[in-house]
């Protein structure tokens, strides 16, 4: 069974203008992972310097920018969010990066161009992930691959069980982006893995109460659209679980965070 892109909203990509000035506090690698988590993309693409590889929503930069220390090629980036792009800006000078403000839907790019396309926690905020693929599938070389990631965090994922009942959302399917295996929407539209998922494992502390402070301060994408009163439900079924179950929110915790990244050919026939 497909899934639904669960965050884009009537069939129109979701803009993170608005989560520009925290984007990285709440989505970012821990101090010291990035570039070992990073370096995952590299190890099947095996880029070389006279090579390219698009990012498609690039965000602040949290994959692009340390990647650029392991891949030596044209690096590019597209994105729906000014303020995000601004802040790629910011962190990397190089002429070797080249950003464009731009849909996934609608890659300003020539057929065949790339001879990889990165994707991280993206195709569930666009409009049509099936079109969106198409288009990665249009502008990867022949030889080229999708290079797609995802992280998981075991920690939060006690805490995320209880909002997600709360709201009425247990039934979801919760492997959009997999877990051990491929990743089914991929699998179904025709991509072809590699063979290794590459993983990167570390721990990180992180406290109760910061996951609480994101839904009450509307951080996650998921919680734009929300009703207040949709909202507040999920936020007091939250705080009742990390009352009962930590005597000290505030404190953090440790928990395992888990990046994965595998490879795809296109869907054969694809162009």
């Given at each position: 069974m497909t899934l639904p892109p669960q965050g884009?909203?009537?069939?129109?990509?979701?803009?993170?203008d608005r989560a520009a000035?925290?984007?990285?506090?709440?989505?970012?690698?821990a101090p010291g992972h990035d570039l070992p988590a990073v370096s995952l993309f590299t190890r099947d693409g095996?880029?070389?310097?006279?090579?390219?590889?698009?990012?498609?929503g690039a965000g602040t930069g949290r994959i692009l920018a340390p990647l650029m220390h392991h891949f030596q090629g044209q690096m590019h980036g597209i994105d729906i969010s000014s303020g995000m792009l601004?802040?790629?800006?910011?962190?990397v000078n190089n002429p070797r990066l080249?950003?464009?403000?731009?849909?996934?839907?609608?890659?300003?790019?020539?057929?065949?161009y790339f001879d990889a396309v990165i994707g991280v926690h993206i195709f569930h905020l666009v409009g049509d992930y099936r079109r969106a693929l198409k288009e990665v599938a249009r502008v990867l070389k022949p030889s080229g691959l999708l290079m797609h990631g995802w992280g998981q965090r075991m920690f939060?994922?006690?805490?995320?069980?209880?909002?997600?009942?709360?709201?009425?959302?247990?039934n979801r399917p919760d492997n959009w982006y997999g877990?051990?295996?491929?990743?089914?929407?991929?699998?179904?539209?025709?991509?072809?893995?590699?063979?290794?998922?590459?993983t990167y494992t570390y721990h990180e502390d992180k406290a109760p109460k910061a996951f609480l402070d994101s839904l009450i301060h509307r951080h996650w994408s998921q919680?734009?659209?929300?009703?207040?009163?949709?909202?507040?439900?999920?936020?007091?079924?939250v705080r009742a679980y990390i009352t009962a179950n930590y005597t000290h929110p505030e404190v953090p915790q440790p928990f395992q965070q888990t990046f994965r990244v595998r490879a795809y050919h296109p869907p054969q026939g694809a162009r």
């Open positions: 884009s909203i009537q069939g129109k990509s979701v803009s993170f000035e925290f984007y990285d506090q709440t989505r970012g690698f095996q880029l070389q310097p006279d090579q390219r590889a698009l990012e498609i601004g802040r790629v800006s910011q962190k080249h950003l464009v403000l731009g849909d996934a839907l609608h890659l300003p790019y020539p057929d065949d939060d994922s006690r805490l995320m069980g209880v909002w997600q009942h709360a709201i009425g959302e247990e877990h051990e295996d491929n990743v089914p929407f991929l699998l179904e539209e025709g991509w072809q893995p590699l063979p290794t998922l590459h919680t734009w659209t929300m009703t207040d009163e949709h909202l507040q439900k999920g936020i007091d079924a």
